[in-house]
């Protein structure tokens, strides 16, 4: 008889930015999924990293403010070097409703792939029109770029392997790196799969800066782009 398969170890990473109203009610609900939890707080001005540690929670600081995609980078060196083999990645603003993680874990052990997105646009309703609009026209650039049809690029709730952030070699550090995240992966074969999850918006603020973040992004899109055609010529 032989013996049973160990579960793979799966980490939840929540990167954080003044969130010290809702980081430690995510943090609560997400190890209830048996999950470690690690906030990685991105040199918040308020009281979100004793919160989240007084909740369970390992906590890493920045101290200074570096981005989302710093932040996951920190998130994803400490789970490989802890030998975890997957993480979910949540915003500790209580936008992703923990609650879910387990569609996430039931598509990760029945698919085994590199990348699980947590997509909204099933049942969008609840997004202000202005997202919607952002999110559909950066959904449809990156699924040009990609080569495949991508519905939410613009969710941060995902389930990743740390093998596959490892091979990505990302080389944004702000919100711009979860949209280099998919077209990078899809371009190398990667198997990128969706889950559906709610859409929540409450009383939380926007970390986004329209004008730095734009600016970020359109680089990376004429990057992209510009290696795409390089490709074809």
């Known amino acids: 008889m032989s013996a049973k398969t160990a579960p793979p170890r799966i980490c939840a990473i929540i990167p954080s930015y003044n969130e010290e109203a809702h980081v430690a009610d995510v943090v609560g609900r997400s190890a209830a999924h048996g999950l470690d939890v690690l906030v990685v707080d991105d040199c918040s001005k308020d009281a979100t990293g004793a919160r989240a540690s007084a909740a369970g929670a390992e906590v890493l600081r920045h101290e200074t403010n570096r981005g989302k995609g710093a932040a996951l980078a920190t998130g994803f060196a400490w789970a490989g070097e802890r030998g975890y083999e997957a993480a979910v990645t949540l915003d500790g603003d209580g936008q992703h409703d923990p609650a879910e993680i387990p569609r996430f874990l ?121 290696r795409t055609r390089g490709k074809a010529g």
């Open 106 to 226: 039931a598509c990760y052990a029945r698919t085994g792939a590199d990348i699980i997105v947590g997509t909204r646009m099933a049942d969008s309703a609840g997004m202000p029109f202005d997202r919607k609009l952002t999110n559909w026209f950066m959904s449809a650039v990156l699924s040009w770029l990609a080569g495949r049809r991508l519905s939410d690029t613009q969710s941060g709730y995902r389930l990743v392997r740390t093998a596959a952030w490892r091979r990505l070699g990302l080389s944004t550090s702000g919100f711009d790196t979860e949209s280099e995240m998919l077209v990078r992966a899809c371009r190398m074969g990667m198997r990128v799969r969706e889950v559906p999850v709610s859409t929540i918006y409450g009383d939380e603020t926007s970390s986004i800066s329209p004008g730095r973040d734009f600016v970020r992004w359109t680089r990376l899109l004429w990057r992209l782009g510009h």
